[in-house]
Every structure is written in structure tokens, then in C-alpha cells.
């Protein structure tokens, strides 16, 4: 990403404090909210993170402000490394919002009545199955979570685990021919095709005069850039990347790219009920 790449002048500068820029983007994109998209992140974005990563449910307020959000914005969406399924257990209610699941190996446009897959993702399922199954052999006391597409190792619960999860993950990814992606206290092993959120986010944004990308981890850097790239094609186009409650160690890479800061996921809510005021 290119910090000296020219910003658009209605832009409010990345020192400005956390308020004043939010509010300057915030009035900037309400006067032409049905042009734009919105993309969130899950996990430490929408929802705190938690020891048992299937007990996690979206913050206060945080459901209602994505809908109204859903019935007037052009676009959206959930970009989130969890199966869609998950995804539909909290948010399948709410009526327009796209969800992507696993990096954007999964989709469904209709709250997970139908799920897509991408075919080039289809043949690793058997390969998958196999790793989750040596993982939790290799480690019995961690959590190993099955996504189907994807395994993810979790050492939350054990940090003293790290090294060894992450040389594993390292010597398997390469073994079976599979791609590894770290996230906060978690490393995954996932088919190595290019779909990342970055990508979900530019075959999501035809046609859009903004987007919004709300995240809080290295996994949605591609993201921001997919955004950097939209604003550097399109002359015009408002691209306004959130940074939620990055005060975990791998967060901070995806503060030092944001325009606007937020304390955790209990401030998102917040911001988005302000697009419909006034
Ligand atoms: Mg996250």
C-alpha cells in the first residue's frame, strides 16, 4: 500500500483524530448512501473475540444497525473466514445483507438459504479432512475447528502452543500443497486459490460511487487494498477503511492504513446508526 499515493481532497487526513475524520467520511457518504457499499469483517470486528470462537455472537445493536444499513446502502456484505452457515446462524434474518464465508470460498446472497461454492475449492475437502484429523492428533489440548474448506489451529486458549501450531501449520501447508493465513491467535490451512477478501470486495463493488471495509486483523489488509485499488482506477471514488479495537498485536499493522479509527466492535453499531441521522 502507498502511504504517498494522492488521497481525494474531501478526504480526511489519516492524523486527523478518530471523530473528526469518521465525521467528515460519515456526511461525505450519507448524502449519496444508496451508491455505496459497506463490508464488515466478523470476528473482533462485529463481535468481541472470545475463548470459544462458536459461543460468539454480534455486538449490541450490532444486527438492527446492519439492516437498516442493508435497506439503504447498494451493497452489504459479511467478508468473514467462517463458513457461511455460521454466518447465517447470526445474521441470515437480515434481509439484503450478501454473505461471504471462508475468504470468500463461500457466498450466499440470501442469508444462507443457498450457498455457493467456488469450484476450484470443491476438490480440497477431502484434503482438509485429512489435516483436521492429524491436527488433532498433533495437538489434542487445542482447538481445531473443521470449517470444511479450511482448518483452523487456535492457540488462544494455550498461547505456549504458538510455536509449535505454527510450525506444523507451515510444514503441512507445504506437504499437502494448501496455504496458510494467520489471524489473532489462530493460523488456518486453506486451499490455495486466490480468493481473499480483497478480492470479494472488488467483485462485489461494480458499479459502487464508495465503500466502506470494517476490519481489525491482517486477514482483511487485502481488503483495504482492494479499496486503495477502486479509488485509484475510479476518479471519484470514496474509499473509507475502518480499523476496529486493534490493540492486539497483528491489528496494528491494519491501524497504521485506516481513515478511521474505533475502539472495539460496541462502537460500530454507533457509527453506522449515524448514516441515518439527520
Ligand atoms: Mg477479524
Redo the contacts with the bound molecule.
Keep these: 500500500m502507498d502511504e504517498n499515493a494522492p488521497h481525494d481532497a474531501a478526504e480526511a487526513p489519516k492524523s486527523a483524530s478518530s471523530a473528526d475524520a469518521a465525521g467528515a467520511h460519515v456526511a461525505r457518504t450519507a448524502a449519496r448512501l444508496g451508491e455505496y457499499g459497506f463490508f464488515f469483517?466478523?470476528?473482533?470486528?462485529l463481535s468481541p473475540i472470545q475463548q470459544d470462537p462458536e459461543s460468539v455472537q454480534p455486538v449490541p445493536g450490532g444486527v438492527a444497525a446492519l439492516a437498516a444499513l442493508a435497506a439503504n446502502a447498494r451493497v452489504t456484505a459479511i467478508v468473514s473466514a467462517r463458513p457461511v452457515a455460521f454466518l447465517a446462524g447470526r445474521f441470515g434474518g437480515v434481509p439484503g445483507l450478501r454473505l461471504n464465508g471462508l475468504y470468500g470460498l463461500e457466498y450466499s446472497p440470501d442469508g444462507g438459504a443457498t450457498v455457493t461454492t467456488v469450484p476450484e475449492a470443491e476438490p480440497y475437502a477431502p484434503v482438509i479432512a485429512r489435516v483436521v484429523a492429524e491436527a488433532r492428533e498433533a495437538f489434542p489440548g487445542a482447538l481445531i475447528e473443521d470449517k470444511r474448506l479450511s482448518c483452523a489451529l487456535h492457540f488462544r486458549t494455550d498461547p505456549a502452543l504458538e510455536p509449535g501450531i505454527e510450525s506444523w501449520a507451515a510444514l503441512h501447508a507445504e506437504a499437502y500443497g494448501l496455504r496458510l493465513q494467520h489471524?489473532?491467535m489462530v493460523v488456518e490451512l486453506k486451499p490455495p486459490l486466490d480468493t481473499d477478501k480483497g478480492a470479494v470486495v472488488l467483485r462485489e463493488a461494480a458499479g459502487l460511487a464508495g465503500a466502506w471495509y470494517f476490519?481489525?486483523?491482517l486477514?482483511?489488509l487485502p481488503a483495504f487494498a482492494a479499496l486503495d485499488k477502486l479509488a485509484a482506477e475510479q476518479p471519484g471514488f470514496h474509499a473509507v477503511r475502518v480499523a476496529v479495537g486493534t490493540a492486539e498485536g497483528r491489528g496494528a499493522a491494519l491501524a497504521e492504513h485506516a481513515d478511521v479509527l474505533l475502539d472495539g466492535p460496541e462502537s460500530v453499531p454507533t457509527l453506522l446508526d449515524s448514516f441515518h441521522c439527520g
Excluded: A, P, S
Design positions: 469483517d466478523f470476528d473482533g470486528t489471524g489473532r476490519g481489525d486483523d486477514g482483511d
